[in-house]
């Protein structure tokens, strides 16, 4: 089963954050082989982490639960918030398998919070500039609750387009970059 899982940071947590960051990774490094995507989202201008997002492959939400709230970043306080939910992976591939690879170009997390009817099931035809995309889903993964897509674009409003705009009750689009130990 696949889970979508962003940690908010707290306000004013950057330093306990930088000070975990090796507990950070020596624990995702634990999720290696299930994970899918992962990396910070951050400021408007690059430069400051707000959160952290992991795409991961587990075997059901239990184990999700363990990995989210078991990070270390969490167990300090870091984060003022955690969204996890089932996803669904639409492209069947990994961010390392993304054919524009690690750097190059603005890349957002653009998350989708759903109203009503299921939208954006299919896969955008900017597939080319798609790192990751599916939707989000009940634990049981029989209810649709909105879209979670990494995508790179020229800008912010570009990324949004991602996704049919009325069809959702919020559509959040955050400044995100490859994460992990540089290989």
């Given at each position: 089963?696949?889970?979508?899982?962003?940690?908010?940071d707290?306000?004013?947590?950057?330093?306990?954050?930088?000070?975990?960051?090796?507990?950070?990774?020596?624990?995702?490094?634990?999720?290696?082989?299930?994970?899918?995507?992962?990396?910070?989202?951050l400021t408007?201008?690059?430069?400051v982490?707000?959160?952290?997002?992991?795409?991961?492959?587990?075997?059901?939400?239990?184990?999700?639960r363990?990995?989210?709230?078991?990070?270390?970043g969490y167990q300090?306080?870091?984060?003022r918030?955690?969204?996890?939910?089932?996803?669904?992976n639409?492209?069947?591939?990994t961010?390392?398998?993304?054919?524009?690879g690690?750097?190059?170009?603005?890349?957002?997390?653009?998350?989708g919070?759903?109203?009503?009817?299921?939208?954006?099931?299919?896969?955008?035809?900017?597939?080319?500039?798609?790192?990751?995309?599916?939707?989000?889903?009940?634990?049981?993964?029989?209810?649709?609750?909105?879209?979670?897509?990494?995508?790179?674009?020229?800008?912010?409003?570009?990324a949004?387009?991602v996704?049919?705009v009325?069809r959702?009750?919020?559509?959040?689009?955050?400044?995100?970059?490859f994460g992990?130990?540089?290989?």
């Amino acid at each position: 089963m696949e889970f979508f899982c962003y940690h908010r940071d707290r306000r004013g947590s950057l330093a306990l954050r930088m000070e975990l960051l090796e507990a950070h990774w020596s624990y995702m490094d634990r999720f290696d082989k299930e994970m899918i995507a992962r990396g910070p989202t951050l400021t408007g201008d690059g430069e400051v982490p707000t959160g952290s997002v992991h795409i991961v492959d587990l075997p059901d939400p239990a184990a999700a639960r363990a990995f989210a709230f078991g990070e270390p970043g969490y167990q300090a306080g870091v984060y003022r918030d955690v969204l996890l939910r089932r996803w669904r992976n639409m492209l069947g591939r990994t961010m390392w398998d993304f054919p524009g690879g690690r750097t190059g170009g603005s890349r957002y997390l653009v998350l989708g919070l759903g109203r009503g009817q299921a939208a954006d099931l299919a896969v955008p035809p900017v597939l080319d500039e798609l790192i990751a995309y599916g939707p989000l889903l009940s634990d049981d993964g029989n209810t649709w609750l909105g879209t979670a897509a990494l995508v790179r674009a020229p800008d912010p409003d570009s990324a949004r387009a991602v996704l049919t705009v009325d069809r959702y009750a919020e559509i959040e689009v955050h400044n995100w970059q490859f994460g992990g130990r540089q290989q």
